[in-house]
Nanobody, 125 residues
Framework: QLQASGGGLVQPGGSLRLSCAAS????????IGWFRQAPGEGREGLAC????????DYADSVKGRFTISGDSASNTVYLQMNSLKPEDTAVYHC????????????????????WGQGTLVTVSS
C-alpha cells in the first residue's frame, strides 16, 4: 500500500513537503511518480524517480520548483514543493511502478501498478 500525506493550505510562494510511504514492499525496488488532479481536469504527471533512485524527471510546470527524493531507511519518497502557486492547487497522488518502464514514460499514469490515496494541497491567500 501507498499513503500520501503532507498536504494542506499554504500561501502563494510558500512550501510544502509531501510524503509517500509504502507498506508491504520496498520502494527502492520500484519507480515512483507523483501526480496531481485538479477539479475537472485530468491527472498530471509531475515528477518521477527511477527504481535505482539515480534518475528523476519533471514536468515543465514544476521544474525548478519541485524536487522528488527517496529515503530507503524510512521507505518513503518525498516531493518538496517550493514557490507554490494557486494553480498548484489539486489532490496529489503517488504511485509505484513494478516494471522496467523507461524514465521518459514514467510521468504517464497508465504505467503505474499501485496508487495511494491522495492528499489535498490548497494554495491560496
Amino acid at each position: 500500500q501507498l499513503q500520501a500525506s503532507g498536504g494542506g493550505l499554504v500561501q502563494p510562494g510558500g512550501s510544502l513537503r509531501l510524503s509517500c510511504a509504502a507498506s508491504g514492499f520496498t520502494m527502492k525496488d520500484y519507480a515512483i511518480g507523483w501526480f496531481r488532479q485538479a477539479p475537472g481536469e485530468g491527472r498530471e504527471g509531475l515528477a518521477c524517480i527511477s527504481s535505482s533512485g539515480g534518475a528523476t524527471d519533471y514536468a515543465d510546470s514544476v521544474k525548478g520548483r519541485f524536487t522528488i527524493s527517496g529515503d530507503s531507511a524510512s521507505n518513503t519518497v518525498y516531493l518538496q514543493m517550493n514557490s507554490l502557486k494557486p494553480e498548484d492547487t489539486a489532490v496529489y497522488h503517488c504511485a509505484a511502478d513494478a516494471g522496467s518502464t523507461i524514465l521518459s514514460q514514467l510521468r504517464l499514469p497508465g504505467v503505474y501498478d499501485y496508487w495511494g490515496q491522495g492528499t489535498l494541497v490548497t494554495v491560496s491567500s
